[in-house]
Every structure is written in structure tokens, then in C-alpha cells.
């Protein structure tokens, strides 16, 4: 299983790009919320409102889940692979019946 946290604009982006991974089977499912955002952006600190995007997913489907966010953001936004452990095994075997298992070659466990 993998979990990607991505940031985004707007609830918008995040509705659009849950509903295509979804149609794509590329997510068992996504959660978005608002969070506020400080960083510094060409020698200035900026304040805003962002959206985190959670994509809960099976290993070896990033590439794709990149293509179908790329489509929506033209920005430089975050996209990283938050580290599973364990999980509950009912959401295991569901998230298995709605995202088939990939093969996965050594360059997707690396990235």
C-alpha cells in the first residue's frame, strides 16, 4: 500500500484529480482538507491557503498518479510517498479489490 500527500490550490483540484484516479483505478480512495501554508517564494515569506490531497493507492502506480495531477497543476507542487507500516486488514483487502496489484520493478521501489 502507498499513501501520497500531495498539495494543491484549491478543493477544486483535489475534487477533479480524486474523481480521475478513481475513474483510472489508480486510487481506492482520496481525502483532501484545507491547511494554511508559509514558505518562502523569491525572497519573500508568503502566507496562503493550500488543499492536501491524500491518495490512498496500491506501490508502483506513481508515475501514472503523477500524469493525472500534471494535468491539473502546472505549478510546483508537492507530491511525496508517505511510508506505510501496517494497516487494518479489511481496508487492506478492499483497497486490493479496487486497485489490482502492479508488478513493480527495482527503479518504481526507489522512487
Not at 18 to 32: F, I, K, P, Y
Not at 38 to 51: I, Q
Not at 53 to 80: C, D, M
Request: net charge negative; with cysteine.
Amino acid at each position: 500500500m502507498k499513501i501520497y500527500y500531495v498539495t494543491l490550490n484549491t478543493a477544486e483540484e483535489a475534487r477533479k484529480i480524486s474523481r480521475e484516479l478513481l475513474e483510472q483505478n489508480l486510487a481506492a480512495c482520496t481525502n483532501w482538507f484545507p491547511i494554511s501554508c508559509a514558505y518562502r517564494w523569491e525572497g519573500k515569506l508568503v502566507e496562503e491557503p493550500e488543499t492536501v490531497l491524500l491518495i490512498k493507492t496500491q506501490a508502483g502506480y506513481r508515475e501514472e498518479i503523477e500524469k493525472v495531477i500534471h494535468q491539473y497543476v502546472s505549478w510546483t507542487n508537492l507530491i511525496a510517498e508517505i511510508p506505510i507500516e501496517s494497516v487494518n486488514q479489511g481496508f487492506f483487502k478492499w483497497l486490493g479489490e479496487e486497485v489490482p496489484l502492479k508488478e513493480i520493478n527495482q527503479a518504481d521501489v526507489l522512487n
